[in-house]
């Protein structure tokens, strides 16, 4: 129907014309009335009969244009209307398509490998110097280690960014939470404490006073925070995105896997890591290193090496990289991600180096399951649920754990509970006793007290060789007269030390 003022098609179950407003008005039997210098005038609504001469209808020439409703209600236009909508709609589909190729097309080959690079980065930038870096509330920690069960409570404060942690609990039986029998008189309260690279322990139960666990760390991170640590995790990110971007690339569609003891069929890219393909990613990650100068500049910070120094490590690994992997064979390694859609299922590691050995990390909703395998045979499973709940904006964090090494099997649970606003202070320790100087009647001693809550104590015996002084004049170490460190052997391993602990 045509609108009585403007003259305008508009639907036939208009009450109000959608173009110059007019109220449509109908009598009782639904046909439509029109007002028109007083006069009543009927409308009738069938669009398919002709207008007659006394109709209100303005037929002027604006009128006269063409109007698509009219030609597609024109009976005698059915078959241009056919082939115009069969265009328009083949048009269409044809733009779907299009769409749907470029969109496709927009996803680079390496899309998945970066973009799950970029996740675990953004997500190490937010918690060692962004909102989450820093955190204190309580815990309650839940653990069931080869059939029997423990519990510690406590409190802890965290701030990565500045290396501090203080954590401190006590010893319960879980049964006391259930009303079931407490078969145990254990007493067991710890404080633990970490500055930088200096880590304190202690427990009355277990030594007199607080333990000193010294770390010497090679890389300086722990040691100092005059640096900015979101240039290190930028600079590291740009040359693993790099080097993922220069390697190359192969699709397999509708590969079946076991995911999580269900056939699932999804699609597999992977990167073939030939001697030829390591040696590209690390050419490119070290050479990215190399061109990034805030990376150099705070690298040389934390360090302790010149800028010059640094550039000069990063070009001798290099050069190893160059060396070890020049030769036109040797052992295939593979890197796959594993994906349906936008989903990713599975990251997975295949290794052949001197032995064969996989790393499987499946991804479910709220759970990570990560399989380690030599030569075939499982190593080591573990499974991490995640889940987060906040209640009168008390946000309290959830984690069950499985764990699964050889013969011995760990799970349990870890309840953390969030300040609203955390504080972490540094603590001041007065008195402790380095582990380097425990003589041999205090690691009896140790060992003593430790067989109250654990049968096997023997590891005790290689803390004086994990916390020993590396970097002694013993050492043989090799030094440039222009480097402020020397690359020196420790107990079969290359280490660099400074050189005036060494010469």
Same mark, same amino acid.
């Given at each position: 129907?045509?609108?009585?003022?403007?003259?305008?098609?508009?639907?036939?179950?208009?009450?109000?014309? +959608?173009?110059?407003?007019?109220?449509?008005?109908?009598?009782?039997?639904?046909?439509?009335?029109?007002?028109?210098? *007083?006069?009543?005038?009927? #409308?009738?609504?069938?669009?398919?009969?002709?207008?007659?001469?006394?109709?209100?209808?303005?037929?002027?020439?604006?009128?006269?244009?063409?109007?698509?409703?009219?030609?597609?209600?024109?009976?005698?236009?059915?078959?241009?209307?056919?082939?115009?909508?069969?265009?328009? @709609?083949?048009?269409?589909?044809?733009?779907?398509?299009?769409?749907?190729?470029?969109? *496709?097309?927009?996803? +680079?080959?390496?899309?998945?490998?970066?973009?799950?690079? &970029?996740?675990?980065?953004?997500?190490?930038?937010?918690?060692?110097?962004?909102?989450?870096?820093?955190?204190?509330?309580?815990?309650? @920690?839940?653990?069931?280690?080869?059939?029997?069960?423990?519990?510690?409570?406590?409190?802890?404060?965290?701030?990565?960014?500045?290396?501090?942690?203080?954590?401190?609990?006590?010893?319960?039986? +879980?049964?006391?939470? &259930?009303?079931?029998?407490?078969?145990?008189?254990?007493?067991?309260?710890?404080?633990?404490?970490?500055?930088?690279?200096?880590?304190?322990?202690?427990?009355?139960? $277990?030594?007199?006073?607080?333990?000193?666990?010294?770390?010497?760390? +090679?890389?300086?991170?722990?040691? &100092?925070?005059?640096?900015?640590?979101?240039?290190?995790?930028?600079?590291?990110?740009?040359?693993?995105?790099?080097?993922?971007?220069?390697?190359?690339?192969?699709?397999?569609?509708?590969?079946?896997?076991?995911? !999580?003891?269900?056939? %699932?069929?999804?699609?597999?890219?992977?990167?073939?890591?030939?001697?030829?393909?390591?040696?590209?990613?690390?050419?490119?990650?070290?050479? =990215?290193?190399?061109?990034?100068?805030?990376?150099?500049?705070?690298?040389?910070?934390?360090? *302790?090496?010149?800028?010059?120094?640094?550039?000069?490590?990063?070009?001798?690994?290099? &050069?190893?990289?160059?060396?070890?992997?020049?030769?036109?064979?040797?052992?295939?390694?593979?890197?796959? #991600?594993?994906?349906?859609?936008?989903?990713?299922? !599975?990251?997975?590691?295949?290794?052949?180096?001197?032995?064969?050995?996989?790393?499987? @990390?499946?991804?479910?909703?709220?759970?990570?399951?990560?399989?380690?395998?030599?030569?075939?045979?499982?190593?080591?499973?573990?499974? $991490?649920?995640? %889940?987060?709940?906040?209640?009168?904006?008390?946000?309290?964090?959830?984690?069950?754990?499985? $764990?699964?090494?050889?013969?011995?099997?760990?799970?349990? =649970?870890?309840? $953390? #509970?969030?300040?609203?606003?955390?504080?972490?202070?540094?603590?001041?320790?007065?008195?402790?006793?380095?582990?380097?100087?425990? =003589?041999?009647?205090?690691?009896?001693?140790?060992? %003593?007290?430790?067989?109250?809550?654990?049968?096997?104590?023997?590891?005790?015996?290689? @803390?004086? %060789?994990?916390?020993?002084?590396?970097?002694?004049?013993?050492?043989?170490?090799?030094?440039?007269?222009?480097?402020?460190?020397?690359?020196?052997?420790?107990?079969?391993?290359?280490?660099?030390?400074?050189?005036?602990?060494?010469?």
């Amino acid at each position: 129907m045509r609108c009585f003022k403007c003259g305008k098609i508009i639907p036939e179950t208009s009450l109000v014309c +959608p173009y110059c407003y007019a109220s449509i008005e109908r009598d009782e039997n639904g046909r439509v009335i029109e007002q028109n210098n *007083g006069n009543l005038a009927t #409308v009738n609504l069938n669009f398919e009969s002709s207008v007659t001469d006394n109709s209100t209808i303005d037929s002027s020439e604006e009128n006269k244009k063409f109007n698509l409703h009219d030609f597609i209600t024109d009976k005698s236009n059915r078959k241009k209307v056919i082939i115009l909508g069969s265009s328009i @709609l083949g048009i269409f589909i044809l733009l779907i398509i299009i769409i749907a190729i470029l969109a *496709g097309a927009s996803k +680079p080959k390496y899309y998945l490998f970066t973009k799950t690079a &970029t996740n675990l980065f953004e997500y190490l930038d937010d918690n060692i110097i962004g909102s989450n870096a820093k955190n204190s509330g309580n815990y309650k @920690l839940v653990y069931n280690l080869n059939g029997t069960s423990k519990e510690f409570r406590g409190d802890y404060a965290v701030d990565l960014y500045n290396r501090l942690i203080d954590i401190n609990g006590y010893l319960r039986d +879980p049964n006391e939470d &259930t009303g079931g029998v407490v078969i145990t008189d254990e007493n067991f309260d710890f404080d633990f404490y970490m500055k930088n690279n200096n880590i304190y322990f202690k427990s009355s139960e $277990l030594f007199d006073g607080y333990i000193l666990f010294p770390y010497e760390d +090679p890389t300086g991170i722990l040691s &100092t925070n005059k640096y900015d640590m979101g240039s290190l995790i930028t600079g590291v990110e740009d040359a693993f995105i790099s080097s993922l971007k220069a390697s190359t690339y192969t699709t397999e569609k509708n590969v079946t896997i076991d995911y !999580r003891g269900t056939d %699932t069929q999804v699609n597999r890219k992977y990167i073939k890591l030939d001697n030829a393909g390591k040696k590209k990613f690390l050419d490119t990650f070290y050479s =990215t290193l190399l061109d990034d100068s805030s990376f150099i500049s705070e690298y040389s910070k934390i360090s *302790g090496y010149s800028k010059t120094d640094v550039e000069r490590i990063l070009n001798n690994y290099m &050069t190893t990289a160059d060396y070890t992997y020049s030769a036109s064979d040797g052992n295939i390694s593979y890197l796959s #991600v594993y994906y349906k859609g936008n989903k990713v299922y !599975r990251l997975d590691l295949d290794m052949n180096e001197s032995s064969n050995y996989e790393i499987i @990390l499946d991804i479910g909703e709220t759970k990570y399951y990560l399989t380690y395998k030599e030569n075939d045979d499982e190593v080591f499973y573990g499974e $991490l649920g995640i %889940t987060e709940s906040t209640l009168n904006d008390v946000v309290t964090k959830d984690y069950t754990y499985n $764990l699964k090494y050889k013969d011995t099997s760990l799970n349990g =649970t870890l309840e $953390l #509970v969030k300040d609203t606003n955390p504080v972490v202070k540094a603590s001041a320790i007065d008195a402790a006793t380095s582990i380097r100087s425990f =003589t041999a009647d205090n690691y009896a001693t140790l060992k %003593t007290n430790l067989n109250k809550y654990m049968s096997d104590t023997t590891w005790v015996d290689s @803390l004086s %060789t994990i916390f020993a002084t590396r970097c002694t004049k013993d050492l043989n170490c090799t030094c440039e007269n222009n480097a402020d460190n020397c690359t020196c052997t420790f107990n079969g391993s290359i280490i660099s030390c400074p050189k005036e602990n060494v010469q």
